[in-house]
T-cell receptor
Framework: NAGVTQTPKFQVLKTGQSMTLQCAQD?????MYWYRQDPGMGLRLIYY???????DKGEVPNGYNVSRLNKREFSLRLESAAPSQTSVYFC????????????FGQGTRLTVV | EDKVVQSPLSLVVHEGDTVTLNCSYE??????LLWYKQEKKAPTFLFML??SGIEKKSGRLSSILDKKELFSILNITATQTGDSAIYLC??????????WGAGTKLIIKP
């Protein structure tokens, strides 16, 4: 029962470096999401993918890109990391039409110095 | 603009107390409301509420939705230190988009 798997769990980047956060789900969910969570601000949606082959911007997309590689995988890329992107990132997935309960990965704690 | 507001932002109580957490929403084409508990890592699902006035219950936790007044409450009775967490609520609209509140940080003192 893997559920939603995110890698890496921790990462430290220097300003300007790039990296990709990986996410995979094995629940055959249609929708996948990337969130960032900062203290006192709850979860903010970066990008989402309602179905394979589609991606859309969320509330805070600037500085990020995503790829829905297939139904299982949804990656988040930081092309040129900035200290403002220091955060905890969560990937989540859900059935779009049957059940809106979202299942979350364990999170990636990213620090940009 | 759609929004979800949780209150209080933080709460400290003693073990055995009962707490009530609030979640109000202003969402176009509201479909349902979700409650999650977040301890050290990922949020875990508690309840999904779709109909007004029908209480969902799981052990010491219960929740209810008021679609007329646009809010939901999460009740925890006989609190335990293991209930310490951030409690998040999120609204779901007709396009299945989630809008999250900022969360309530609950601390239970022994």
């Amino acid at each position: 029962n893997a559920g939603v798997t995110q890698t890496p769990k921790f990462q430290v980047l220097k300003t300007g470096q790039s990296m990709t956060l990986q996410c995979a789900q094995d629940m055959n969910h249609n929708s996948m999401y990337w969130y960032r969570q900062d203290p006192g601000m709850g979860l903010r949606l970066i990008y989402y993918s309602a179905s394979e082959g589609t991606t859309d911007k969320g509330e805070v997309p600037n500085g990020y890109n995503v790829s829905r590689l297939n139904k299982r995988e949804f990656s988040l890329r930081l092309e040129s990391a900035a200290p403002s992107q220091t955060s905890v990132y969560f990937c989540a997935s859900s059935y779009r039409d049957l059940n809106t309960e979202a299942f979350f990965g364990q999170g990636t704690r990213l620090t940009v110095v | 603009e759609d929004k979800v507001v949780q209150s209080p932002l933080s709460l400290v109580v003693h073990e055995g107390d009962t707490v009530t957490l609030n979640c109000s929403y202003e969402v176009t084409n509201f479909r349902s409301l979700l409650w999650y508990k977040q301890e050290k890592k990922a949020p875990t699902f508690l309840f999904m509420l779709t109909s007004s006035g029908i209480e969902k219950k799981s052990g010491r936790l219960s929740s209810i939705l008021d679609k007329k007044e646009l809010f939901s409450i999460l009740n925890i009775t006989a609190t335990q230190t293991g209930d310490s967490a951030i409690y998040l609520c999120a609204s779901v609209d007709s396009n299945y988009q989630l809008i999250w509140g900022a969360g309530t940080k609950l601390i239970i003192k022994p």
